[in-house]
């Protein structure tokens, strides 16, 4: 199908941007189109406007920053892939982002498309919720910073303004001796993941947990931090099963289902990557502590 | 709805046209240019048969407007052979490997594969490396197998 007809806007600054989101009714933003051309090209939506971010320049690059990395929001998932900054600063971002799409769509994909888009089982989103991410937002009246776990409001849905743009995405650095690893499983590589999974855990040179964080994608409209696991987690000194239990604190919590996977299954393989994802940034914190 | 004019390079010749906003970048390589070797199949970005080159840099043409191709460079599987028809050697690995049966997914598959030897160079790649950057390939005929032989033996380490 062809998409319904609108007007196209293509702003070559911010400010000319904001003024046209302020102004327009039924108006959507388009960052790479990864997402919103197939909706509207099967009619999923259509906006009497849209405007194209895609000539701002401003709104691209990666920086290193006093507790971190900040990324524009127009930064395409392709030029994430190939930072050796975000390998150094921010690595769990680089594994996870070998799973969105494929070289085709992570070519034109952008973070803030992806985070703004907000599908249950994105990766970015995920990477966001676990690394405690902000979100800068601008209008024409000024400008917010909203942590992304105050971001989503429903599925595929923010708590964005109609005259906002998200313009920066701000990852916070890890820990010294923190570990970090993304998994996830789909049915064929780049598919949607059924589950997923990012862990963060802090080991101290006693072997003592002094952080965890666990947040899985796919149970629910958006990824979730899971409490009960994280503190199962902190404080106790590693041992030999210990992580099973975070996973089984996953496994418990409630999942939708759908027509091709029970939420039972969803919530068993959601506690299986929590788990899977823990063991990894075990290795990784615990080779780390004793550096 | 708005109506565009856009120069644009395709294929090394460069064109200006107007178009309609809502026009997608393989319906206008089609309709408007008559290059109807970019294939369209699903036109929801799962599929990669459209997938051409933008700035060197493949993108599915169905999930790009033909007006956000305003300024750039296109690169079709209409200019990747020869101008005296002699096959690109990735077209001919195709062919030899019987990498293509039926040929709908085919100029999606080599705009990938020129992509990919653009990027890795003289590099050996193997297999996994190969399949990964398939995956946004989607062929109902060949199992793969022949176009992963195909590529293999162009770039890959012969084991």
């Not at chain 1, 099967?42 to 194209?52: C, E, F, G, T």
Request: with cysteine.
């Amino acid at each position: 199908m062809k998409p319904a007809p609108f007007t196209y806007h293509c702003p070559e600054t911010l400010g000319e941007a904001l003024e046209l989101l302020a102004r327009l009714e039924n108006v959507r933003v388009l960052a790479g189109g990864q997402s919103l051309m197939p909706m509207l090209n099967l009619r999923l939506v259509a906006p009497d406007h849209l405007v194209d971010l895609g000539r701002i320049e401003e709104l691209v690059g990666i920086e290193q920053t006093a507790d971190g990395l900040a990324l524009g929001a127009m930064t395409t998932q392709r030029a994430i892939e190939r930072s050796a900054l975000v390998r150094e600063r921010c690595p769990l971002l680089s594994e996870a982002i070998e799973h969105v799409g494929h070289q085709q769509t992570r070519n034109r994909g952008t973070i803030g498309g992806s985070l703004c888009h907000l599908d249950p089982a994105a990766e970015l989103p995920l990477v966001a919720a676990a690394l405690d991410a902000t979100l800068v937002a601008v209008s024409k009246s000024g400008q917010r910073r909203i942590r992304f776990a105050d971001f989503p409001a429903g599925y595929l849905t923010s708590q964005l303004r109609h005259d906002e743009i998200v313009t920066r995405v701000e990852f916070p650095a890890l820990r010294a001796g923190t570990g970090w690893a993304f998994v996830e499983l789909a049915r064929r590589p780049a598919d949607f993941a059924i589950a997923a999974a990012a862990a963060l855990l802090t080991v101290d040179s006693a072997d003592t947990i002094r952080d965890a964080r666990i947040a899985v994608g796919g149970l629910g409209p958006a990824p979730l931090r899971i409490a009960a696991a994280e503190q199962a987690l902190i404080g106790q000194k590693y041992r030999d099963g210990l992580l099973a239990s975070a996973g089984a604190a996953v496994a418990a919590c409630p999942a939708e289902g759908d027509a091709l996977y029970p939420s039972d299954y969803r919530r068993e393989l959601a506690g299986v990557m929590a788990k899977r994802a823990l063991e990894k940034a075990a290795g990784r914190a615990r080779s780390a502590a004793y550096v | 709805m708005s109506k565009h004019r856009i120069k644009l390079t395709v294929n090394g010749s460069p064109q200006e046209h107007e178009i309609e906003s809502r026009t997608h970048l393989a319906d206008f390589l089609r309709h408007e240019l008559g290059l109807t070797g970019t294939h369209i199949g699903c036109e929801h970005g799962v599929c990669g048969a459209c997938t051409v080159l933008v700035d060197g840099a493949s993108a599915r043409a169905c999930l790009m407007l033909a007006v956000q191709a305003n300024g750039r460079s296109i690169e079709t599987i209409e200019g990747v052979a020869a101008p005296d028809g002699a096959l690109h050697p990735i077209q001919a690995a195709l062919a030899d490997h019987h990498g293509l049966q039926c040929g709908y997914c085919t100029p999606g598959v080599v705009m990938t594969l020129i992509e990919l030897q653009r990027e890795t160079g003289r590099r050996q790649l193997d297999e996994p490396e190969v399949r990964r950057a398939l995956s946004g390939n989607l062929c109902r005929c060949t199992g793969y197998q022949g176009i992963v032989d195909a590529a293999l033996a162009l770039f890959g380490s012969k084991t």
